[in-house]
């Protein structure tokens, strides 16, 4: 069975950075994208980043410039280093992997 457990969410100040962790378990993720979306309140499902298999990276226009998307083939984690926080950034960050998704991750930008 295919779990993602996300991490790393919280309180931050703008400007500040926060690192988010997505550990996969439950088969083998070397052969698949896996990416980060976030939901702000009121507001649908947007994408923020991907990780390709093939080693390719693509990100939202809000995300370019500020977020880094990495995997640990190894661990199965994904990470989303984020530097640079606006209030705008407030949602909550889950990642998926095909079909999968996780419970997701808190993230609160305000002073």
């Known amino acids: 069975q295919v779990q993602l457990v996300e991490s790393g969410g919280g309180l931050v100040q703008p400007g500040g950075s926060l690192r988010l962790s997505c550990a996969a378990s439950?088969?083998?993720?070397?052969?698949?994208?896996m990416g980060w979306y976030r939901q702000a309140p009121g507001r649908g499902r947007e994408f923020v980043a991907i990780?390709?298999?093939?080693?390719?990276?693509l990100y939202s226009d809000s995300a370019k410039g500020r977020f880094t998307i990495s995997r640990d083939n190894a661990t199965n984690t994904l990470y989303l280093q984020m530097n640079n926080l606006r209030p705008e950034d407030r949602a909550m960050y889950c990642c998926?992997?095909?079909?999968?998704w996780g419970q997701g991750t808190q993230v609160t930008v305000s002073s």
């Open positions: 439950g088969r083998t993720f070397s052969d698949v994208n």
């Open positions: 998926s992997v095909v079909q999968y």
């Open positions: 990780s390709g298999y093939l080693g390719t990276t």
